[in-house]
């Protein structure tokens, strides 16, 4: 069975703050690791990861892919009050447009 | 303006009766996905559909229905049969073929009386 494993479950930081967020899988045939960012609503596309060691980057936000040890880390540096949301971290197996897994999702709260 | 709509923000049932959660999307995705979202749970799969008149079960699909007529619209019917309804639910759509990168929807908070 399929599973992804996020931790931790909970985090609080000060602003300013660096913080790694970290996400083990176990997936019948890897297709693709994605991070998304959930602050009241709607889920938000952060990241598509496929191949181990190749670092996505965008703005103080960076993940990267470890496909030997089956695992993802997202990196936050100089965190902000707006960084405070749920992070959940899911992967697909097998073809395109099969479901996806999801943690239960790392909670960041960033306080002043 | 592409995207998922889903509708009603906020939904209130008492028990024992059905309801019925709205889903469109006009991005052209053939696939669509319901999860449940429940307090340090992450999201949990109920159906999923790749194509239309098409639609399998996820992990929590007992005590839910839904259907696929149209490319655009996955309706979710939450059943009396569902012992613990009140939840988040959110849906989703992604894009045919390479990898599955999921739009999501606003969500619909469902509360039972």
């Known amino acids: 069975e399929d599973k992804v494993v996020q931790s931790p479950l909970s985090l609080v930081v000060h602003e300013g703050d660096t913080v790694t967020l970290n996400c083990s899988y176990e997936?019948?045939?890897?297709?693709?690791l994605l991070w998304y960012k959930q602050e009241k609503k709607a889920p938000t596309f952060l990241f598509m990861l496929?191949?181990?060691?190749i670092e996505k980057k965008s703005g103080r936000l960076s993940s990267i892919l470890d496909k030997k040890e089956l695992f993802s880390i997202l990196n936050i540096t100089a965190t902000q009050t707006g960084d405070s949301a749920v992070y959940l971290c899911a992967v697909e197996g097998h073809s395109g447009n099969t479901p996806l897994v999801f943690g239960k999702g790392t909670r960041l709260s960033v306080i002043a | 303006d592409g995207g998922i709509t889903q509708s009603p923000k906020y939904l209130f049932r008492k028990e024992g009766q059905n309801v019925t959660l709205s889903c469109e999307q006009n991005l052209n995705h053939d696939a669509m996905y319901w999860y449940r979202q429940d307090p340090g749970q992450g999201l949990r799969l109920i159906y999923y559909?790749?194509?239309?008149?098409?639609?399998q079960k996820g992990d929590i699909a007992e005590g839910y229905s839904v259907s696929r007529e149209k490319k655009e619209s996955f309706p979710l019917t939450v059943t009396s049969a569902q012992k613990n309804p009140t939840a988040f639910y959110l849906c989703?759509?992604?894009?045919?073929?390479?990898?599955?990168?999921?739009?999501f929807g606003p969500g619909t908070r469902l509360t039972v009386l």
């Open positions: 496929t191949s181990s060691g």
């Open positions: 997936v019948t045939n890897f297709r693709s």
């Open positions: 989703a759509s992604s894009h045919p073929g390479g990898y599955n990168e999921q739009f």
């Open positions: 559909s790749q194509i239309v008149n098409d639609f």
